[in-house]
């Protein structure tokens, strides 16, 4: 199968919500009957696995993988609440520089065989990790939140989309996206925080979808429970759904967030604030 | 601030004695913007380039050139540094004769020195006739926002940006530069001293614009022009901007 594609989640700045936004991308992936795998790429400070409730269950890992001390079937962990989902996990005892050119090229090469969807999360930064995790997308999802610095971050991550991959490399062109997360339509609205239109205009990619500032994405994290399996009738779910949805080609329209509070509600709150 | 330093040919002995200056102060120059009086040189381009040259291999940061007006230059300028005026002279003091040095060792260190060097000023010379004899088109037109971390350099003409310049990139260009989008990273034109280069945007939101030298870093940019479609020129010594509002 060589219709297989790869997805890096990447942003720059670091605690933007990667980890989470590919656990539940890749979940809501996996809903839709596709064969996805989640891969860590956070040599050293991994989370993808507590994230997706497989940390009891990590034996070999992706430098395991990338050294031959284990074959790929051995250290992929399938999920258990879906089988179509499974996970690669980062090794923790090593750093970035375990991670070689060949052997990711190898491992992706591998992967591309047995799965439709490849997701790669990046650790944050510009440098090694991050590269090689970008270096076979074909498409990057890139996760900001919105407020300027993220922002400039993640412009700096889609120069280095158009121009360190393989794909850019042969000319050709990543298909890129933008993730909002953490949007608060209230602060958005005051003033506080960059509006989704905003950050459209400086970056000036696709928009894939909005995920507002939630305690469902929260508790589903710490619960190793993607929000999309965890409470898949939040809003945040949905978001999520619909970008899955978006990435396996349907039109979908992207929501964004409003303040949903009624007029009595906004009263009193401004008269506390 | 800037430094004055005044070569006296034979550029090889002053060469020689500024090295020693430099050896005697390590770092003296370390980041140190330097004018470079050329009065005392003869107008001919060839030792004006392996002058340049080899104080851009010793390092150190030519601001410009100063003591001879463009006019007498022509296009002998073109590629150098651009031509000043003002700045404060330091002096060279004479190397001292080190008596207690080797001078076998050190005659034999010189004559190796000077052969690479040789070679090395030819390949430099060489390299920047080259790209003098096949210029990159005049006209740079890209047609991708640049991004962050980005930096753009063409030193041929103009640049005309199809998209938005963001902040944290920057864009160096000899001639104009032109942004259809939003202009919020740095923008230098007239790098190479061009006093007629102009910066056209279409939103203004720049981290800093500059023409030939003189700038304004984004506390400076006229309000009135913040956000608006705007153009930049050099009146002077002022660096001037104001809105395109589409009335002639």
Same mark, same amino acid.
């Given at each position: 199968?060589t219709?297989?594609?790869?997805?890096?989640?990447?942003?720059?700045?670091g605690g933007?919500?990667?980890?989470?936004?590919?656990?539940a991308?890749?979940?809501?992936?996996?809903?839709?009957?596709?064969?996805?795998?989640?891969v860590?790429?956070?040599?050293?400070l991994?989370n993808?696995?507590l994230?997706?409730?497989?940390?009891?269950?990590?034996v070999f890992?992706?430098?395991?993988v990338i050294n031959?001390?284990?074959?790929l079937?051995?250290?992929?962990?399938?999920?258990?609440?879906?089988?179509?989902?499974?996970?690669l996990?980062?090794?923790?005892?090593?750093?970035?520089?375990a991670?070689?050119?060949?052997?990711?090229?190898?491992v992706?090469e591998?992967?591309r065989?047995?799965?439709?969807?490849?997701?790669?999360?990046s650790?944050?930064?510009?440098e090694?990790g991050?590269t090689l995790?970008? $270096?076979?997308a074909?498409?990057?999802?890139?996760?900001?939140?919105?407020?300027?610095?993220?922002?400039r971050?993640?412009?700096?991550?889609?120069g280095l989309?158009?121009?360190k991959?393989q794909?850019?490399?042969?000319?050709?062109?990543v298909?890129?996206?933008?993730?909002?997360?953490?949007? =608060?339509?209230i $602060?958005?609205?005051?003033?506080?925080?960059?509006?989704?239109?905003d950050?459209?205009?400086?970056?000036?990619?696709?928009?894939?979808?909005?995920?507002?500032?939630?305690?469902?994405?929260l508790?589903?994290s710490?619960?190793?429970?993607?929000?999309?399996?965890?409470?898949?009738?939040?809003?945040?779910?949905?978001?999520?759904?619909?970008a899955?949805?978006?990435?396996?080609?349907?039109n979908?329209?992207?929501?964004?967030?409003q303040d949903?509070?009624?007029?009595?509600?906004k009263f009193f709150?401004?008269?506390?604030? | 601030?800037?430094?004055?330093?005044s070569?006296?040919?034979?550029?090889?002995e002053?060469?020689?004695?500024?090295?020693a200056?430099?050896?005697?102060?390590?770092g003296?120059?370390?980041?140190?913007?330097?004018v470079?009086?050329?009065?005392h040189?003869?107008?001919?381009?060839p030792?004006l380039?392996h002058?340049?040259?080899?104080?851009?291999?010793?390092?150190?940061?030519i601001?410009?050139?100063?003591?001879?007006?463009?006019g007498?230059?022509?296009?002998?300028?073109r590629?150098?540094?651009?031509i000043?005026?003002?700045?404060k002279?330091?002096a060279?003091?004479?190397?001292?004769v080190?008596?207690?040095?080797?001078?076998n060792?050190?005659a034999?260190?010189?004559?190796?020195?000077?052969?690479?060097?040789?070679?090395v000023?030819?390949?430099a010379?060489?390299?920047?006739e080259?790209?003098?004899?096949?210029p990159?088109?005049?006209?740079?037109?890209?047609?991708?926002p640049?991004?962050?971390?980005q930096s753009?350099?063409?030193?041929?003409?103009?640049?005309?940006?199809i998209?938005?310049?963001?902040?944290?990139?920057?864009?160096v260009?000899?001639?104009?530069?032109?942004?259809?989008?939003?202009?919020r990273g740095?923008?230098?034109?007239?790098?190479n001293?061009?006093?007629?280069?102009?910066?056209?945007?279409q939103?203004?939101?720049?981290?800093?614009v500059?023409?030939?030298?003189?700038?304004?870093?984004a506390? =400076?940019?006229?309000?009135?022009?913040?956000?608006?479609?705007t153009?930049?020129?050099?009146?002077?010594d002022t660096?001037?901007?104001?809105?395109?509002?589409?009335?002639?």
């Open positions: 199968m219709m297989a594609k790869v997805i890096v989640v990447t942003s720059g700045k933007v919500g990667k980890t989470t936004s590919t656990a991308l890749g979940a809501a992936l996996a809903q839709t009957g596709k064969q996805v795998c989640v860590d790429f956070d040599v050293g991994r993808l696995d994230v997706m409730g497989a940390e009891r269950r990590v890992d992706l430098i395991n031959g001390e284990a074959k079937h051995q250290a992929i962990i399938r999920d258990k609440r879906l089988d179509n989902l499974s996970l996990p980062a090794s923790q005892t090593r750093d970035k520089d991670l070689t050119e060949e052997g990711v090229a190898g992706i591998e992967m065989d047995k799965f439709d969807y490849i997701l790669c999360d650790p944050a930064g510009i090694r991050a995790a970008m $270096r076979h074909d498409i990057a999802v890139v996760v900001t939140n919105p407020e300027v610095s993220s922002v971050d993640s412009d700096r991550i889609i989309v158009d121009s991959t794909k850019a490399e042969n000319d050709e062109r298909e890129k996206y933008l993730l909002v997360t953490r949007y =608060d339509p $602060r958005a609205d005051k003033g506080e925080m960059l509006k989704v239109d950050v459209l205009e400086i970056l000036s990619i696709p928009l894939l979808a909005v995920v507002p500032e939630s305690q469902d994405v508790k589903a710490n619960l190793g429970m993607p929000v999309t399996l965890g409470s898949p009738n939040s809003y945040a779910a949905r978001a999520y759904t619909n899955a949805r978006k990435i396996t080609g349907e979908v329209s992207v929501e964004i967030p949903t509070r009624g007029i009595f509600s709150a401004r008269k506390a604030a | 601030m800037a430094f004055v330093l070569p006296m040919p034979p550029i090889a002053w060469l020689t004695e500024f090295d200056f430099a050896a005697r102060s390590p003296f120059f370390a980041g140190r913007p330097v470079v009086d050329i009065a040189m003869p107008a001919s381009r030792e380039v002058l340049v040259t080899e104080l851009k291999r010793r390092h150190i940061t601001m410009g050139l100063d003591g001879r007006s463009p007498e230059l022509g296009a002998d300028a590629g150098l540094p651009p000043l005026s003002g700045g002279e330091i060279l003091a004479q190397p001292k080190d008596s207690e040095a080797e001078p060792a050190e034999v260190d010189d004559a190796q020195d000077i052969v690479r060097d040789a070679a000023t030819e390949a010379l060489a390299a920047i080259e790209a003098m004899a096949t990159d088109p005049a006209t740079l037109i890209l047609s991708d640049i991004r962050s971390g753009v350099v063409h030193l041929t003409g103009d640049v005309v940006v998209g938005s310049v963001a902040s944290g990139s920057e864009v260009s000899s001639g104009s530069i032109h942004v259809y989008g939003a202009l740095r923008a230098i034109a007239g790098s001293g061009d006093q007629a280069a102009r910066v056209f945007a939103s203004l939101n720049a981290e800093l500059a023409i030939a030298g003189l700038y304004k870093t506390e =400076d940019l006229d309000r009135a022009c913040l956000g608006a479609p153009h930049a020129w050099l009146d002077g660096l001037k901007m104001s809105a395109i509002n589409g009335k002639v």
